[in-house]
Nanobody, 119 residues
């Protein structure tokens, strides 16, 4: 059974940095399409970044140049390095694994980790 567990959230001042981790079990991050999403209070869950099994990364315009998605295959862990954090980055961040196959799809989510950017 696939399980995703995020960690690394917390309170940080504007301009600060945080690194989120997503440890996977029951699957391997290196062979799957992995994504980070975030959801601010009262708002919809928005896509933040993604990485393909080939290592190609994409980012939402709002985080491009500040966030970096990566993975450590040996640790089976996905990361989101967040720099120059802004108050609008405050949200619960979720790790996602998505896999499409003939006749269906798999869509797994972690429990989320809170990131609060405030002075």
């Amino acid at each position: 059974q696939v399980q995703l567990a995020e960690s690394g959230g917390g309170l940080v001042q504007p301009g600060g940095s945080l690194t989120l981790s997503c440890t996977a079990s029951g699957t391997t991050v290196s062979t799957n399409f992995m994504r980070w999403y975030r959801q601010a209070p009262g708002k919809q869950r928005d896509w933040v970044a993604s990485i393909t099994n080939g290592g190609h990364a994409n980012y939402a315009d709002s985080v491009k140049g500040r966030f970096t998605i990566s993975r450590d295959n040996a640790k089976n862990t996905l990361y989101l390095q967040m720099n120059d954090l802004k108050s609008e980055d405050t949200a619960v961040y979720y790790c996602n694994l998505y896999k499409a196959y003939p006749g269906g799809e798999d869509d797994y989510w972690g429990q989320g980790t809170q990131v609060t950017v405030s002075s």
